[in-house]
């Protein structure tokens, strides 16, 4: 019924401005604005919605966007110049960097302003 239609995804964050700075800025991805919401395109022109709750916002509890990267350190220490801060999660053995190895695919999370869940993972 729907395996032709381009589907995408989309979720919220408490302050547009915040996350088009973020996105666009700290990220360095393609961002458009219209009718009062973001539009994040990743590669190969996927669309990602980013739409405005304000203060009804709740952070997404699962990881939102998941980048593949070549190289996780080399990522994590961009985004670290960048300002970005990465999570420790208690129940992964993470390395001083925040990055999770031999459990899966090397990876390493963190946030957008707006307190969603992002990935750097070993592709």
Do not use: C
């Amino acid at each position: 019924m729907f395996g032709q239609t381009k589907a995408f995804s989309g979720f919220s964050v408490d302050d547009l401005e915040a996350a088009r700075r973020f996105y666009a800025e700290t990220l360095g991805l393609r961002v458009t604005e219209g009718n009062g919401l973001l539009t994040l395109h990743l590669g190969g022109e996927v669309p990602v919605l980013v739409y405005p709750k304000g203060d009804q916002h709740e952070p997404a509890s699962f990881t939102v966007l998941n980048f593949p990267v070549d190289d996780v350190d080399a990522a994590v220490e961009q985004l670290t110049e960048r300002g970005v801060s990465f999570e420790r999660y208690p129940q992964f053995d993470q390395d001083e960097k925040g990055v999770m190895r031999d459990n899966g695919p090397t990876i390493a999370w963190f946030k957008d302003p707006a307190g969603n869940v992002i990935s750097v993972l070993e592709a």
